[in-house]
């Protein structure tokens, strides 16, 4: 009972930080470790895991195809994405995280005219309705205090038949396994992140949202609340991270 309680007052906490719009701040903090501290603790699979969202995008003939990054951190999904399609679209970069956004920058020197980026919220993008082709998130949707209303912004934007892919952190469905994961979530990695960025709070961040996030069918139907059809996922390690895929109906409503 003493061990449940102090677990529920350190989700409040960073629960809190979240609500205080203070998230971000978390982040400028661990900028600098960022990529290499992904690599660290996902034994380079976060890697694959991008490679993999970049190939559901569908691209289109049109000339002008803009792909959206919602708290693109320090740009890996588009630095992938022009991996992937060095020629091809543009590409638009949002983050509150100004130390996040100085990181991606300098991955894009030679490439200002098709790759931004901007310290936006996700909540209100300031960007036209039904402008955007793609919209990709990568471990993002989490951090936001309000899912639903992310999702209907994400709707807002996108043009009618587009896509929104989304990765983010799960819970995998079977017992022995998720027994494994969560044990991982709340020893290993808050130890291991704390301790090379020097920020331990933002790991014990991580790792309690993962525990609370909605994921498989209860992300799948907040999506569908939204309207948005042909919903589905893809599971990596066991479940523990899930490629969300679906489109915006092209008669929208």
Known sequence: MIEHKETNNKYNTEMELRQK????????????????TNRLLSLGRDAYWRRELVRQVKIEKEHD?????????????????RDVFPDYGYLLGIDLSEGMIRAGMGKFNNE???????????????????????????????????????LREIYRVLKPGGQVLILEFGLP????????????????????GGVWTGCPSAYRYLSETIC??????????????????????????????????????????
């Not at 609340?225 to 042909?230: D, M, Y």
Request: glycine share 6%; with cysteine; charged share 20%.
């Open 173 to 192: 469905q079977k017992w022995l396994k998720r027994k494994i994961y969560l044990f991982y979530l709340r020893y290993i990695l808050p130890y291991i």
């Open 65 to 81: 195809f803009f792909l959206l990054d919602l708290a693109t951190g320090t740009g890996e999904v588009m630095k992938t994405f």
């Open 112 to 150: 200002k005219q098709t790759c931004l980026f901007a310290v936006m919220d996700v909540m209100c993008q300031g960007i036209r309705s039904e402008k955007i082709n793609v919209v990709t998130m990568a471990f993002g949707i989490r951090n936001v205090s309000k899912i639903s209303s992310a």
């Open 212 to 253: 609370k996030f909605p994921s498989h069918e209860q992300f799948s139907l907040l999506l569908e609340e939204v309207g948005f059809t042909n919903t589905g996922w893809t599971e990596f390690n066991w479940g523990a991270v899930l490629l969300y895929t679906a489109t915006k109906p092209k008669e929208s409503r």
């Open 21 to 36: 719009g203070e998230i971000f701040r978390l982040f400028n903090k661990i900028a600098y470790r960022y990529d290499i």
